[in-house]
């Protein structure tokens, strides 16, 4: 059996479709169900067990979990980027997760986390080089508590025993539920339904031109392989970067978006908040070349082709919208 915590959210459930697809369903979704319609993901999946994430630490805890366990594919967070309730966020983000990973450990159990790219912060590059953790200043209180765990798994030495994956701007069917943490892909193309539009931020920057920032897009297909390559080969362990690789700007990702409903593209232009002129990122892009070197066949595909696959088989009314193996 393999546990995957988040299992209702937007990649613990893509991962459990992912599991699915090659055989398995001996799994253990475990989630909180705070977000009212995550459940939505997983009716078409298949499972072997249902727990609360309360009651999977508290048997964690009083020593009561199956030790049959393969693994832990651990994808359960806050991960609101606006959340300031500190308390709640170290609790929820750094120490449930110290729990899992100690009792992985203790078990000789495989154990993968979600970091995020969120933690680099202002950083200019985006190296997954342990090296250079303990310079990171991460901007947010969520990115703050996933940094914080990435650090102690560094300095306690489980990250030669485990493997995080710093998450970019990730994408895809199944994250309906987010509500304002949807990806810009679905925001834009909900928005050009709606108004025939989209608008994007105006540069505020000497040298890019108005939707010309970048992001590091990435298809959730592509991350749960990522994901699951690293979980079924555990000589490979530390943190690693998950993305595509390739930064793309708004203006081609809403392009994007216009190309696969066949409609000219209609962007409008709107200031940028002031409270966000120096805190804006304006780009970033995966240095994928860590995992790579671990044999990884590096197939991810392209922003064109991953945006046409939403929305054509997941956006549009008519077709599965959510994950189905």
């Keep these: 059996m393999v546990a995957v915590t988040g299992g209702a959210g937007f990649i613990g459930s893509a991962l459990v479709w992912a599991l699915n697809r090659i055989g398995c369903k001996d799994i253990l979704v475990v989630d909180s169900f705070l977000e009212a319609m995550a459940w939505q993901n997983l009716p078409s999946l298949a499972f072997s067990d249902l727990m609360p994430a309360d009651e999977f630490l508290a048997r964690i805890n009083n020593r009561s979990l199956n030790t049959s366990l393969e693994g832990i594919l651990h994808m359960g967070a806050c991960s609101s980027t606006t959340e300031q309730n ?46 250079l953790l303990h310079s990171l200043k991460p901007l947010n209180l969520y990115a703050w508590t996933k940094h914080l765990f990435d650090l102690w798994a560094l300095n306690t030495g489980a990250l030669q025993h485990i493997a ?39 540069s505020c920057k000497e040298g890019i031109p108005h939707g010309g920032q970048k992001r590091d897009f990435v ?58 002129h120096n805190a804006y990122q304006y780009y970033t892009q995966a240095d994928m070349r860590k995992l790579i070197s671990t044999g990884y066949p590096n197939t991810t595909t392209s922003l064109e082709e991953n945006i046409a696959d939403y929305v054509l088989h997941y956006l549009l009314p008519g077709t599965t919208r959510y994950l189905s193996p």
């Design 164 to 202: 995080g994956l710093k998450f970019f701007n990730v994408f895809g069917p199944n994250e309906y539920h987010k509500g304002a943490m949807r990806s810009v892909a679905l925001k834009a193309f909900e928005e050009i339904q709606k108004h025939g539009s989209v608008s994007l931020f105006q």
């Design 86 to 131: 500190a308390d709640f966020m170290v609790r929820n983000n750094y120490r449930y997760t110290r729990i899992l990973a100690e009792w992985a450990l203790a078990h000789k159990k495989r154990f993968v986390y979600a970091s995020s790219a969120a933690t680099y912060g202002s950083a200019d590059t985006f190296s997954d080089d342990h090296a």
């Design 219 to 276: 298809y959730i297909k592509d991350i749960v392989a990522q994901t699951l390559f690293l979980y079924q080969n555990p000589e490979h362990n530390g943190i690693f970067n998950a993305g595509s690789g390739k930064a793309h700007t708004f203006q081609q990702l809403v392009e994007a978006i216009f190309s696969s409903l066949n409609k000219p593209p209609c962007i409008n232009y709107v200031p940028m908040p002031e409270a966000l």
